[in-house]
């Protein structure tokens, strides 16, 4: 009997192809298409996407890792070893949950494109987030916060604008980049924003933040666009885009100044505005359209934050507290 042949790569290539063809498609031969899937029938953000696309590829490694294994073999026990080692990895319940969701996602897109008939992810339990109170700010500290900018500053007056219309708005980091002039309708005290999945929304604009805009539209913008036609409403020296990072810079750059904590970020004020809003009496229907909440539970973990401020309250001044 001659000797068999050893497979060159090539054919090793397809040998094993043909193996992994036998044992089942595996969740990488289905990313690409997912993510497509997610921008063009979902429509949702550049941002959006980004992030679903980081969260699956973590998956993806592990599961590489480990041997690369089957859709058809991944089961309530696989995915809870992966939650497991995200857990290990020391990632927060709230990332965790968000990784979740990318998982769940995807599984259900498996399950709309025919290649599996159910979700197993629906089964995995999200981390309980009930313990996680978002990190918000005095009225005192925010104050503070935005008379932070001052004359030692390159550009005050937009720096001030920026933190006032977080704060007035509740807008997210990246809708306040995005916001164009015409967004902005000084006239009527609102502005208009996209937030996620592209959905547009109208918030309000206080006394406060519309002094501010006004000084910084007069004043700076003008000699930071120069003579060209820039239709950003916060903009760089150049006259560009003021970007979500530069944004978060700015905000931990004052925070830092008025001796706030270092984990104080755009979203903080996001945060902030949404409990002191509650606190002053706001129905939580109508603060889930300013925040742009494509759920209510997710409003109400801000009934949470007010409760156990009030808590905190109650404990420092009752006498048998």
Request: a positive charge.
């Amino acid at each position: 009997m001659p000797p068999r042949k050893r497979p060159t790569g090539r054919h090793l290539g397809a040998l094993l192809e043909a193996k992994q063809a036998d044992r089942g498609p595996s969740a990488c031969m289905h990313f690409e298409p997912f993510l497509h899937y997610l921008e063009a029938e979902c429509g949702m953000s550049a941002n959006t996407i980004k992030s679903y696309q980081s969260d699956l590829q973590q998956f993806l490694d592990w599961d590489q890792l480990r041997g690369t294994t089957p859709l058809k073999n991944i089961d309530l026990k696989y995915l809870s070893s992966y939650m497991q080692h995200l857990y290990d990895r020391g990632l927060k319940a709230t990332s965790i949950a968000r990784q979740l969701v990318s998982i769940k996602m995807f599984f259900r897109y498996l399950v709309l494109e025919g290649v599996l008939l159910e979700s197993i992810a629906e089964l995995v339990s999200s981390p309980k987030l009930w313990q996680y109170l978002p990190k918000v700010l005095s009225p005192d500290a925010v104050n503070r916060l935005l008379s932070a900018p001052g004359s030692d500053d390159q550009y005050p007056l937009r720096d001030r604008a920026l933190l006032c219309m977080l704060y007035a708005t509740g807008c997210r980091a990246s809708e306040i980049s995005d916001l164009k002039l015409r967004d902005v309708y000084l006239s009527e005290s609102y502005c208009r924003c996209t937030g996620k999945g592209n959905k547009e929304r109208m918030v309000s604009l206080n006394p406060i933040a519309m002094s501010a805009l006004e000084a910084y539209l007069s004043h700076e913008r003008p000699t930071m666009v120069g003579s060209d036609e820039a239709n950003w409403l916060f903009v760089t020296r150049s006259g560009g885009r003021l970007s979500r990072i530069t944004v978060w810079n700015l905000v931990k750059k004052y925070a830092g100044r008025v001796g706030c904590s270092k984990e104080v970020s755009p979203h903080t004020l996001r945060h902030s505005f949404a409990t002191h809003m509650l606190a002053g009496g706001a129905e939580i229907r109508a603060l889930q359209e300013m925040l742009g909440h494509a759920s209510i539970a997710t409003t109400q973990i801000y009934t949470q934050v007010e409760h156990s401020r009030l808590k905190a309250i109650h404990k420092k001044f009752h006498p048998r507290g």
